[in-house]
């Protein structure tokens, strides 16, 4: 009797199959790693921290929530680099309207949005000086446009949510580099999503950058967030930080390259 191959195995040989027409056209897809939500170390953060060795990590920090100890949990650990992930992660969207949750919208005004950025920044920046990134992930994802120009012309680099990029550069030196994948289900029950959801959301990023139908340019985002994740999380995360690692038409590439060359 031949091998039987598992449903699993097979949406693994999707990508991997996707990948071989990258090869076979002469090109290399990139990928990035964001995570979300830290602000202490922990069992988890560390087991994160050792599987994306190879993989470099933008770790999206909140910093009011910050712990100091975290500083010298980071301060070893060359290939990851900080992000600012809003000021609070807290709703200001009134509820029941269905708007979902906003924390960089404009429900309190401009102002008082950009006054917790500059708060926030400071705090990052005295902590982790250089590891840190200027880079803006707003908390759910969601940031309204009219915040771009003044968190540009505060020098920030970069802003990070989710899904295939309108405008590399919507404001001069402010760079849009999002995630495209999510492993965790979110509704009812915070749990992976399955291999075959999560490698559907890779393969049609990656099919559309090679078909020009979005921005071939930006780098395919993979999007954790490590308090979350469950064991069947964990184990998809690490096999395929090993399979692109090992894939010649694959590469990660490092946040600071990606925000900041």
């Not at 090109?27 to 921290?49: C, E, M, S, T």
């Not at 924390?103 to 705090?123: P, S």
């Not at 999510?182 to 959301?201: H, L, N, Y």
């Not at 964990?234 to 590439?253: M, Y």
Request: some cysteine; glycine content about 8%; hydrophobic content about 40%.
């Amino acid at each position: 009797m031949g091998t039987r191959i598992t449903a699993d195995e097979n949406n693994w040989a999707q990508l991997e199959s996707e990948l071989d027409v990258w090869a076979a056209s002469g090109r290399v897809a990139n990928f990035w790693w964001r995570d979300d939500d830290a602000a202490a170390p922990g069992p988890k953060l560390d087991q994160l921290i050792d599987i994306t060795q190879s993989t470099g990590l933008l770790l999206a920090v909140i910093p009011s929530r910050l712990e100091p100890t975290l500083k010298s949990t980071l301060a070893q650990t060359p290939h990851v680099q900080v992000a600012q992930h809003g000021y609070a992660h807290i709703n200001h969207a009134p509820r029941g309207q269905g708007l979902g949750a906003w924390e960089l919208g404009l429900h309190r005004g401009i102002d008082k949005v950009m006054a917790d950025l500059d708060a926030g920044r400071r705090r990052l920046e005295d902590q982790f000086e250089s590891q840190f990134l200027p880079v803006v992930v707003p908390p759910w994802n969601r940031i309204a446009p009219e915040l771009l120009q003044p968190i540009a012309s505060r020098g920030y680099r970069g802003v990070s949510a989710f899904g295939p990029r309108l405008a590399a550069q919507p404001e001069p030196g402010l760079r849009v580099i999002n995630a495209h994948c999510d492993p965790i289900r979110w509704k009812s029950e915070t749990r992976f999503r399955g291999v075959d959801k999560v490698i559907a959301q890779l393969v049609e990023h990656l099919q559309a950058r090679r078909n020009g139908t979005v921005d071939s340019e930006e780098a395919t985002g993979f999007l954790t967030h490590h308090i979350d994740l469950d064991a069947a999380g964990w184990e998809f995360s690490a096999r395929l930080a090993e399979l692109i690692d090992h894939h010649a038409a694959a590469q990660w590439c490092a946040p600071k390259e990606l925000f900041l060359s």
